[in-house]
């Protein structure tokens, strides 16, 4: 198991700030538990579908580190629709 280096993290989590790096790096985590991890970030619903059981462990840890800079609702409310977020004409 090779354990996430500052670069593995750095490649992995752009804008990752110091002090997320330091986190990541202290938990121990294999570079295939973060990357398990963002696989949970992008879209749980296919691994929930292929029957793989929510993250645990480091992975766990990892996932409530990565929604840690995940931008909140209030941050993306800036005038104009959220990216992703249907505008009136798609509704």
């Known amino acids: 198991m090779k354990r996430v280096t500052r670069d593995d ?3 992995a989590i752009s804008g990752a700030d110091d002090v997320t790096i330091a986190q990541i790096i202290g938990i121990g985590a294999s570079v295939d ?3 398990e991890a963002q ?3 992008i ?3 296919p691994l929930l579908n292929a029957g793989k ?3 645990t462990g480091r992975v ?3 996932v409530d580190i990565l929604s840690e800079l995940e ?3 209030d941050e993306d409310d800036r005038g104009g629709p959220a ?3 249907p505008t009136i004409d798609q509704a």
């Open 33 to 35: 538990e973060l990357a």
């Open 53 to 55: 059981p929510l993250a």
């Open 43 to 45: 879209n749980d619903e």
């Open 60 to 62: 766990r840890e990892l």
């Open 71 to 73: 931008p909140s609702e």
């Open 83 to 85: 990216i992703g977020s």
């Open 39 to 41: 696989a949970w970030m």
């Open 9 to 11: 993290v750095i490649k």
